[in-house]
């Protein structure tokens, strides 16, 4: 049974595309097999494993609309045990095109429950909004992974979002939970990015990660590349920094 994480934050720029392509490559590389499905019109998830995502053609978007079966949209094996269902700007429109249709809410569900055996981890990119598309991926996720950027304004709609996870568990998933928070773009020359742990660790009651994400400029190159950092710089301090995250994903299942 696959377990399905999505990773949400409605604050654009907090590394939520960078934690997606990453985690899930890591977790590829540690022998699970992992399906991500890009949730993001900005399609920055389809990009960053090297997909042109303006030529796709059977995405996210005509599974949203049943043009297309679940197993149809699946691009196999982008990188070794890593599958992906892409996302480009036509995925926009889909809020529009669902109105009216009932229990739009879980159209993502229905279509992921079919093939959720297949995989060991189901990583699904949200976007930067909480939208419907954000309400369709939490009704089919079992927990949230919550990236928060080391910087000023990080607590900043937290609280927003943590609001609308709590709504989605009581009225539409029963069973979300939150995974967790994990701090992005760390940087440890300066005091705030310190400050700022702290501070969420006082304030926040929720399980944080002990993985710290540095800001590291080969994680940020790699996209431009198509790669995940496992596969652009193996040794870099960003892929050793997700390698650990994925470890603590998986013995967190096993706990």
Do not use: W
């Not at 090297?50 to 094996?77: C, P, R, S, V, W």
């Not at 982008?78 to 429109?93: C, H, K, R, T, W």
């Not at 992005?184 to 994400?213: C, F, G, H, P, W």
């Amino acid at each position: 049974m696959g377990r399905i994480i999505a990773i949400a934050n409605q604050k654009g720029g907090v590394g939520k595309s960078t934690t997606s392509i990453n985690l899930s490559a890591a977790l590829a590389e540690y022998g699970k097999k992992v399906l991500v499905i890009d949730c993001d019109p900005q399609g920055n998830t389809t990009s960053g494993f090297g997909i042109e995502k303006n030529e796709a053609e059977k995405t996210l978007y005509e599974l949203m609309l049943g043009e297309y079966t679940i197993e149809e949209t699946i691009q196999d094996e982008v990188i070794e045990n890593l599958s992906i269902i892409s996302s480009n700007v036509d995925l926009a429109a889909a809020e529009i095109e669902l109105i009216g249709i009932e229990e739009k809410e879980y159209i993502l569900k229905n279509h992921v429950e079919k093939i959720r055996d297949n995989y060991d981890f189901i990583i699904i990119d949200c976007p930067p909004s909480l939208n419907m598309l954000t309400v369709n991926a939490m009704t089919t996720a079992d927990t949230v992974l919550v990236p928060i950027q080391c910087e000023y304004y990080a607590l900043e709609g937290l609280s927003q979002l943590l609001h609308t996870i709590e709504l989605v568990k009581e009225r539409l998933n029963p069973e979300l939970e939150m995974e967790g928070v994990v701090f992005t773009m760390y940087d440890a020359r300066t005091n705030l990015s310190l400050q700022v742990v702290e501070n969420v660790k006082e304030n926040l009651n929720q399980n944080i990660y002990k993985t710290i994400i540095p800001r590291n400029v080969r994680l940020a190159e790699a996209p431009s590349h198509g790669l995940p950092i496992t596969k652009y710089d193996a040794k870099s301090a960003g892929a050793e920094s997700y390698m650990m995250l994925a470890e603590e994903v998986i013995n967190r299942e096993n706990e």
